[in-house]
């Protein structure tokens, strides 16, 4: 019996690693592909790689992956004009250092954003209505309550628009509608009136209603249809625990989006280390924009509106999230000029295109980075399947 369960075990551990090495390889190859996505359209060959420089980038990336892709790195090099050899290979972020750094078995769970009130408190958070966690109905008290007894009419008697997402498992506003009054019912783009009937056919479970916000009129500027949510990303630092931004970006929506996706056709802009905007915006296909909207050019602004208020707080929420080192926050201000948190994301965090516009992800943390996940790599467990 005890010969059984030890084949079983060890079988068992084998399938897994079997499995995470050729999902890693598969990695390698998509994010080759979307590296393509972000080549340069618009700025001069300034600088094309070297082989001494391919050789000192996988060298100095050789504890972690001795053959990690050059693609972001050629990428980097065409924007900046320089080489830098820490900026971090997607595959070798996606695949290595995000799921050692944020411990997968209790991160995923911080991103329910049916709980990020109760996680995060109540005061920033926009109100939600309704909220479904795994098919059941619970109230802002955490009492249950039966699809059937909500009063979905009687709840926006007096409120003209509304969001609803899907909680859980979406990046990128994937599962995002806006529900909207007309003749006095709330309707989607499609004119679907909104029910518990359709939010359970359409999302089946794990789905809220969220109060719909009014932007601050200086975000306002940048696209009016859309609310221009910051990506700020904290690390909380393997050598001391003290938390850092390590890059902050503004996302705007593509004009007359109701999101500000920019895999919908928006812009993002990075921040300064000193809050102020860079120079240059980038679309998913990686065209330069120097401004948005109404506003004046990027380089003009100067340092974004209450953007140290914004920090002190992203700091603050980082603080409690002890299985996190990375987290990737979406925060927008409000008409009345409070700090709102949109969602917490703990998982698939993106770092491409910044690295593209701004350098390295992690900059002067980079050493400590490889060394840490190193070291977690040499360990015999679940992560130990990136040998080369």
Known sequence: MRMKHWFWKKMSSFIQKVHRYVNYKYMKVDNARLANNYSPKEV????????????????????????????????????????DKRVVPSDVYFGI????LNNRKYSLAFEDKCRIDWI???????????????????????????GSQIDLDG???????????????????????????????????????????????KYEKDFLIQERLVQHDYYKLF????????????????NDNVI????????????????????????????????????????????????AGTQAPFKELGKAFKIEEIWEYAKYIASYH??????GLDIALDDKGSIRLIETNTSDIGMEGQQYLLGPL?????DEVIDFCHDQIKLSNKYHTYGS
């Open 44 to 83: 001069s060959d300034t600088y094309k790689l070297k082989a001494r420089d391919i050789s000192e980038y996988r060298q100095y990336w050789a504890p972690l992956d001795t053959h990690c892709n050059v693609c972001h790195v050629k990428n980097a090099a065409l924007f900046t004009g320089s080489f």
């Open 322 to 327: 002890y299985n996190c080192r990375l987290l």
């Open 362 to 366: 992690f900059h002067k943390f980079t």
């Open 223 to 238: 696209n009016p249809s859309s609310l221009n949510t910051f990506r700020i990303v904290t690390y909380r630092s393997v």
């Open 97 to 100: 250092i995000e799921p050692l």
């Open 120 to 146: 995060n408190g109540v005061e920033h958070v926009p109100l939600i209505f309704v909220r479904n966690i795994h098919g059941v109905y619970y109230q802002n008290d955490g009492s249950t309550i039966e």
């Open 155 to 201: 709840i926006f008697k007096d409120i003209d628009s509304v969001v609803v997402k899907k909680s859980i498992e979406v990046h990128g506003g994937k599962g995002v509608e806006i529900f909207e009054k007309t003749n006095g019912e709330l309707q989607n783009q499609i004119n679907k009136k909104l029910s518990i009937e359709y939010l359970e056919e």
């Open 244 to 291: 850092h931004i390590l890059y902050s970006y503004l996302r705007i929506g593509a004009p007359n989006m109701l999101i500000d996706n920019v895999s919908s056709g928006g812009v993002f802009v990075c921040l300064n280390q000193d809050g102020s905007f860079a120079e240059n915006g980038m679309t998913k296909k990686s065209e330069i924009k120097k401004q």
